[in-house]
Each structure stands twice: as C-alpha cells, then as structure tokens.
C-alpha cells in the first residue's frame, strides 16, 4: 500500500512475492495498473488516502475487480472474498478452454486477438491466455531502472527471444516510448510540468538519433527470428514518421553494408494516439503498413483528462462521443488506404467496448493477456451484423453514460 507506484517501481515487482496493491494516486490507464494487469495480481489504483488509513500488520482485501478495498474485513467479509476469489479462480480456468480457438463471430467474422506485454518474460501468460500475437511490446521497460541505456546486444537477445517463442504469430515492437511517466536512470531527463505532453517517445528518440539507431539494429537483427514488425509511439505529425521511416532505413543500409541479415519487408506501423494523427490519419495510412490506436493516451490528449489523475478519472471516458466519432473514423482512414487497423490501448481489453470496436471493423485488438480470453468469449458469442448496428446506434448517443449504459444493457447478458 503506498502513496504512488511509479512504472520503475512496478517493473521491479515480483509476482511470487507481491500478491496485490492499493495507491492514492493513478487513473485505471496509469502504467502502475496496467503493470498489475499484466502480472495478474489485484490492484486497485486512486484511492486518495488509502496509504495513511492502513497500518503494518492489517488485513487488507484488494478487490481490483471492482476497484474496492476493504481494510480489516471482519471474519464474515473475509470468508466472502475467501469463496470469490475460488470462483475467480475458476472462471479463469474455464476460459482459458477456449485459447486454441479463434476470435470469431456467429456470423463467421473473424478479428486478430493478440496481447500486450512489457518483459519477454510474459510471454508465458501469453501462450497460456491463448493469444494469438503481440499487439503491443513496450519496449521502454528495459530501460528503467537502469544507469545506462541497454546495449544493442542485451536488446536484440530480448527481441530475439520474444521473435522465437512466438514463431511464425506477429510481435508488434514499438520503439522507445520513454517519458511521460517513464523514466530511466540513464540520462538526466529535465522535469518538464507537462510530461505526457513534453519530450517523450518518437519526440525522444529523433533528438537522440543514437539511443533510436541502437534500437532499430537490435529490432531488425532479430527481424529474421520470427514475425517481427515494428511500431513508432505518439507521432503527431507526417515530418516525424517520414524522419523515423528514414532513419529505419538508413539503419537497414548499415546493416546490409556490415552483411548483417534482417528481413527488408518488415511492417512499419503507426500508434494513432495524438488527436492531430487521427484525425489526419488518411495522410497517414499512406505511409505504414498498419494503424494501431493507443487509446489510453488518446483520451487523454482528446478529452484534455490527465490519465494518471485519479481527482478527474471520472471524466475519463472511453464512450465520451468525441473518442466514438474519432476511433470510428480511423479505423475507416486506414481500411479506405487498404491498412489493418488495431487498438493496443486498455479500451480494447473491455468485453463491452471490445464490441463496439468489432462492430467498427477493427482487424485486431491486443489486450492484456488476462483479460483475453474474456474479450474472446463476447466475440464469439455475438453477430458480427448486431456489433455493426450497436455502432449505429451508439453514435445517436449524446453522453458516455448513454453509450456506455446501452453497451451494458445489450451483453451485460452474454457475459
Ligand atoms: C496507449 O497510449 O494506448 C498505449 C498503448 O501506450 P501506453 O499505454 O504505453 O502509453
Ligand atoms: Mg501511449
């Protein structure tokens, strides 16, 4: 229990040690909780003043299921969270059944369910969740709680293995995403008041030319291991994803001229999580070969909500009608240039919201891997046709509340 859980911290976390946490402070998109999600250990995040109202020693229920956490439950409370958790436990086991099968609907639609991770070494959960792929590797993670940036040796045994365990499935790298609320030890990164807005990600990497270089030639090397492609965060503008394609080429020709082998195909992708990108986003699709929507950052830049405030996690709105119109319209951009379109972002990981994304024609959504088989099972327990019409509808809403409640009140049911 603690006042903040910074994404540093919780990279060094231990899942046989740690068996759940509680913060003050955190949106439900703040890297602490989506680091909890991929440990699968119960979190709840946002709590305000959880850390001075517990004491050494007391029991403490951490409900990340329904974000509720109860400090020295009585014997009666505890026995309750003591027979959930059985059933929890069985839930998950009866979904996994369904891994070796696809994302398909009733009406035989089909959509790529891959997941995301933040070490190679969550790539067990993966299989075992039945994924499909890597929607989303967050590459940054090896660099935290560091004192020097990883070498390009360390990096390409890291892609390297994930390249490998995965086979002939696709791995989506994304490149450098540092700042925001990731930090590392190995340069002095200034405090910038607007971090999530500052210096971070592709803004990073085109300043340090060098850090970026080392990173491609690692990605690339370990290109021929595997179904690699590689992906640039927060773009916002067409100059910075030309600047980095051109790099990634320039990277291409060092190595080819050492006899290096890495594949010469490899997709480029780019996330679409800065409004200014989506919403130019057909000048975009012409330039990669695939989309995939972060939407934790998009709804925060769109919405103006801080993701990581708990004071205005309210506002935070997946089903806000602005993020409804503007996703739609990405997803057609990219189908109009002939591009698969994804979503990384923990939108994709909600049955409900993972319908209204289907109903939009997206290709894939990656997820965090416990949450997979969840999102397989309302996909295959629906019409493709009937997700196509709750986006009709939805999109005559006014209000989140209204989008939202309808979503719930059409497969709450087949949950
Ligand atoms: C996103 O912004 O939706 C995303 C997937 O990237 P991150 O959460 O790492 O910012
Ligand atoms: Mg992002």
Redesign the pocket.
């Known amino acids: 229990v603690s006042h903040d859980l910074s994404p540093s911290e919780t990279a060094l976390m231990d899942k046989e040690s740690i068996v759940g946490f509680a913060t003050d402070v955190g949106g439900p998109?703040s890297?602490a909780a989506?680091m909890a999600r991929s440990l699968e250990i119960p979190a709840v995040v946002g709590l305000e003043t959880i850390s001075s109202e517990v004491e050494d020693g007391d029991i403490v229920v951490i409900d990340g299921n329904n974000g509720v956490v109860i400090v020295e439950p009585d014997e009666e409370t505890l026995n309750e969270y003591k027979t959930e958790e059985e059933k929890f436990e069985a839930v998950v086991q009866k979904l996994d059944q369904i891994k070796e099968l696809t994302a398909t609907t009733l009406d035989d639609h089909t959509i790529e369910l891959s997941a995301?991770i933040e070490f190679p070494s969550d790539i067990d959960s993966v299989l075992l969740h039945g994924a499909h792929g890597i929607g989303?590797y967050?590459t940054e993670y090896m660099y935290l709680n560091k004192t020097s940036f990883p070498t390009e040796e360390e990096q390409f045994e890291a892609y390297k293995t994930v390249a490998q365990r995965m086979g002939t499935m696709p791995v989506v790298i994304r490149t450098l995403?540092l700042g925001?609320d990731k930090f590392t030890s190995a340069i002095d990164m200034p405090k910038e008041i607007n971090s999530f807005m500052g210096w971070r990600a592709i803004r990073f990497c085109l300043t340090r030319t060098d850090v970026f270089k080392t990173q491609l030639r690692a990605i690339l090397r370990a290109s021929v291991f595997g179904n690699l492609k590689v992906m640039f965060?927060l773009i916002s503008n067409l100059t910075e994803l030309l600047k980095a394609k051109e790099i990634l080429e320039e990277v291409k020709q060092g190595l080819s001229h050492e006899g290096l082998a890495y594949n010469p195909h490899i997709s480029v992708g780019a996330?679409i999580?800065v409004p200014s990108a989506a919403i130019t986003s057909d000048l975009f699709a012409k330039e990669v070969d695939f989309f995939s929507i972060?939407?934790?950052?998009?709804i925060q830049y769109s919405l103006a909500v801080d993701r990581v405030n708990e004071k205005i996690a309210y506002l935070y709105q997946p089903t806000h009608p602005a993020i409804v119109r503007l996703i739609k319209f990405i997803v057609e951009q990219g189908h109009n240039n002939k591009i698969w379109v994804g979503m990384?972002?923990?939108m994709a990981s909600s049955p409900t919201l993972a319908v209204l994304l289907l109903g939009m024609g997206i290709d894939e959504l990656s997820v965090s891997a416990a949450f997979l088989p969840k999102v397989k099972k309302v996909i295959r327990s629906i019409k493709y046709s009937e997700a196509r019409q709750y986006v009709e509808d939805c999109l005559k809403f006014r209000t989140s509340e209204e989008v939202s409640g309808y979503l719930d009140s059409k497969l709450l049911p087949v949950l």
């Open positions: 998109t890297h989506i995301n989303l967050r995403d925001g965060p996330m999580e972060g939407s934790n950052d998009l990384c972002g923990e």
